[in-house]
């Protein structure tokens, strides 16, 4: 990977953090690890790459997201003393790699506080972003971001079940019922699928509306994140948080005035024709997909 530093030419009011940021030669960006544990004020790379980087790729994966798309090891050529050179071990960050890294560095270190504070509101910035560009697509657009979404998680929450003893396809299909009874007001996944009038074949989260999908992905998203943080090991315990998430996406629903999942219209096109159809579009357009379409036909 060509790298291309920031370090010249560098305004003197930049952050130090924005000064050695990099982008490779597809343009994206990201942190040498070797460049931010020397900003960050450690003394040495052992001890950051063994504690520091090691908690923020835990966090990364508790997080639900891939490391190897934001810690990736790697090697850094050091220039040492006499022109000699040394291939050394480093770990390209992206920003939400750096975001963790140095949440998990010491805090009593005064750039790791400054650090923490930049790279929160950077990631908050992109959040927004991210937000402002699903609320300009189309309805059909929202649906197949927010099912791809929704696939990517749903494998994550069934991970995480299996680690709390929801094993076979009988225990994760008890599972899943025990969070549609609470966020559907006691329905279970085959008296919504009756209420949607679909076939045999046709599964339900393909025939939802992005509200119901995001009402779903909170739901998995949450539970996830407790039966992670309560250490839960027993399959009845993963069951009832499953139940009581989906009643508290669902009181939510209430206190803010909204339309309880079961009663949203269904949608009159499937994920697959909306598929369909968007690949013609792109192929048409030979534009590149936006959304992935990384949801899994047999969930």
Request: proline fraction near 3%.
């Amino acid at each position: 990977m060509t790298e291309q530093s920031n370090f010249q030419g560098t305004p003197q009011h930049t952050s130090p953090f924005d000064a050695i940021r990099r982008v490779d030669e597809q343009g994206n960006e990201y942190w040498s690890a070797r460049d931010l544990y020397k900003i960050l004020g450690y003394r040495e790379w052992r001890n950051f790459n063994n504690t520091v980087i090691k908690r923020a790729m835990k966090a990364c994966e508790e997080n639900g997201r891939a490391v190897s798309d934001h810690l990736v090891r790697s090697y850094k050529v050091i220039q040492h003393g006499k022109g000699s050179t040394q291939q050394a071990i480093d770990v390209q960050l992206s920003r939400y790699g750096a975001y963790l890294t140095v949440m998990n560095g010491d805090p009593h270190l005064p750039i790791v506080a400054m650090g923490q504070e930049y790279f929160a509101e950077q990631t908050r910035r992109q959040e927004l972003a991210d937000q402002d560009a699903l609320d300009i697509l189309s309805e059909d657009q929202r649906r197949l971001f927010v099912r791809g979404q929704l696939s990517i998680n749903n494998r994550h929450l069934a991970e995480t079940a299996s680690q709390a003893g929801v094993v076979t396809p009988s225990d994760f299909a008890i599972f899943q019922n025990h969070g549609y009874r609470g966020l559907y007001g006691g329905l279970v996944e085959d008296q919504i699928h009756a209420r949607k009038q679909l076939k045999p074949t046709q599964k339900i989260l393909d025939h939802m509306g992005s509200t119901e999908l995001a009402a779903n992905l909170f739901r998995a998203t949450q539970t996830d994140e407790q039966i992670q943080r309560e250490g839960i090991r027993d399959k009845s315990q993963a069951n009832q948080a499953h139940h009581i998430m989906g009643q508290r996406v669902r009181q939510f629903i209430a206190d803010g005035g909204g339309t309880m999942p079961e009663d949203l219209p269904t949608p009159e096109k499937s994920i697959q024709q909306l598929q369909r159809e968007e690949q013609k579009r792109l192929k048409h357009n030979d534009q590149p997909d936006l959304f992935g379409n990384s949801f899994d036909e047999n969930e």
